[in-house]
């Protein structure tokens, strides 16, 4: 295995192969190979691309449950919505129908005194993905009068 420019390149008996160096998963499948077929042991095919033993061990064990495919990037963050339940999410959709003319303050004050842990952005997010907004009252434009 050798590296030249931005790709890693593994060498075998009957060819080579590039990988570049921004693909995560062929970086993972590399450090794999480079351990289980070429017998590179594992703290130095980690350290070469870049990962701790403990994370050898992990991709190893992710490769072995779900092939390359468990080996793709994970969407960070939350997995779920700690602020934004179920529960509040229905209050707050219900409190709109029920008033429609309330302001999100008014929204997340009465929340507030129900006990539940919201706030006021939460509130808007809310009625914004579920698209309750207050209709806008259409006014309609005076006439202009021209002069004589």
Not at 94 to 113: G, Y
Request: with cysteine; charged share 30%; glycine share 8%.
């Amino acid at each position: 295995m050798s590296e030249y420019n931005d790709c890693i390149i593994l060498k075998g008996p009957a060819g080579l192969i590039e990988i570049d160096k921004d693909d995560k998963v062929g970086l993972k499948m590399a450090m794999l190979f480079e351990n289980r077929c070429l017998g590179t042991q594992v703290a130095l095919a980690s350290q070469k691309y870049g990962f701790s033993r403990q994370r050898f061990y992990q991709i190893k064990n992710a490769f072995e449950l779900g092939g390359s495919e468990a080996l793709k990037e994970k969407k960070k963050g939350p997995s779920k919505n700690y602020k934004r339940t179920e529960s509040i999410v229905n209050q707050i959709i219900r409190m709109r129908f029920l008033d429609p003319d309330a302001s999100v303050a008014v929204i997340t004050q009465k929340l507030k005194q129900m006990g539940f842990d919201i706030s006021q952005r939460s509130v808007e997010r809310t009625i914004t993905d579920y698209g309750i907004q207050k209709k806008t009252p259409f006014i309609k434009p005076e006439k202009e009068i021209k002069g004589g």
